[in-house]
C-alpha cells in the first residue's frame, strides 16, 4: 500500500471549516483514499473513501487531486466533537485487507 | 448504530493472570477479523488477523503463544492476552471487514482498555 503524509497537528475554530491535507504521491492506479477519525479512547470511526471523484457524505467531503497525488479532507462545519486524530490512509479495495494506520493529523476544533 | 461490539471496555488485571477480550460482528458475517494494539500516543499498530476456523496469522514481533486468537464463528473472535505484565497495558481494538458504497472498508469495534498491575 501506498504511503501516506499527513500534518502532525492543526487548529480549527468552531464552526468554521476544516481542511485537511494528505499527500500519497506513490498511489497506483487501483488504490482508493479512506479517511478514518479517532476520538480519544474510542475505535477508529470511517468517514469517506474514494478512488478519483470527489466524494461527499452526511460527515465530510473528500477532494482528491485530478493527478491523485493528494486529497483534503473538508469537514464543513467543525464542531468540538471534532476534535480527533484523522488518518489517512491509501488501500486497495479488497475484502478482508488490513489497514495500516500512520501518525495521523491531531485535529483541535477551539471554541 | 454499532456495527462492532467489543467486551470488555476496560479491564484492570494482576501480572501473571490471563486476560479474554470478545469482539463481535453485529452486521457482517466475518470470515476474517483483525486485532489491534495501541499505546498512549501512537498509532495503532495490526497484531493479527483472526481466521474463522483457522489459526490466526501474526505480525512479526507478536508472540502467538501469549496472545491467544480463538475465532470460533462468524461473528465473534476473541484474543486471550496470557501470563499478563504491565508492558501489556494497552489498548485492544478489534475490527471487522465490511462494506460501504459497495467498496471494501473495515470497522472497528470500541476498543478495550487493558491495565495490569
Known amino acids: 500500500d501506498a504511503k501516506t503524509t499527513q500534518p502532525t497537528s492543526m487548529d480549527c475554530a468552531e464552526g468554521r471549516a476544516a481542511n485537511l491535507p494528505c499527500n500519497h504521491s506513490?498511489?497506483?492506479?487501483?488504490?482508493?483514499v479512506y479517511w478514518y477519525r479517532q476520538i480519544h479512547s474510542q475505535g477508529p470511526q470511517y468517514i469517506i473513501h474514494?478512488?478519483?471523484n470527489n466524494e461527499t457524505n452526511e460527515m465530510a467531503s473528500l477532494i482528491i487531486t485530478e493527478d491523485r497525488k493528494s486529497s483534503t479532507l473538508i469537514l464543513p462545519h467543525a464542531t468540538l466533537r471534532d476534535t480527533a486524530v484523522y488518518y489517512c490512509?491509501?488501500?486497495?479495495?479488497?475484502?478482508?485487507?488490513?489497514?495500516?494506520f500512520g501518525p495521523g493529523t491531531r485535529l483541535s476544533v477551539l471554541p | 448504530g454499532a456495527v462492532v461490539s467489543q467486551h470488555p471496555s476496560w479491564v484492570i488485571c494482576k501480572s501473571g493472570t490471563s486476560v479474554k477480550i470478545e469482539c463481535r460482528s453485529l452486521d457482517f458475517q466475518a470470515t476474517t477479523m483483525f486485532w489491534y494494539r495501541q499505546f498512549p500516543k501512537q498509532s495503532l499498530m495490526l497484531m493479527a488477523t483472526s481466521n474463522e476456523g483457522s489459526k490466526a496469522t501474526y505480525e512479526q514481533g507478536v508472540e502467538k503463544d501469549k496472545f491467544l486468537i480463538n475465532h470460533a464463528s462468524l461473528t465473534l473472535s476473541t484474543l486471550t492476552v496470557t501470563s499478563a505484565h504491565p508492558e501489556d497495558s494497552s489498548f485492544y481494538i478489534c475490527?471487522?471487514?465490511?462494506?460501504?458504497?459497495?467498496?471494501?472498508?473495515?470497522?472497528f469495534g470500541e476498543g478495550s482498555w487493558l491495565t495490569v498491575v
Open positions: 475490527s471487522v471487514p465490511g462494506t460501504e458504497k459497495g467498496g471494501n472498508t473495515i470497522y
Open positions: 490512509i491509501v488501500r486497495f479495495d479488497n475484502y478482508g485487507q488490513n489497514f495500516v
Open positions: 506513490t498511489i497506483s492506479g487501483n488504490e482508493y
Open positions: 474514494g478512488l478519483k
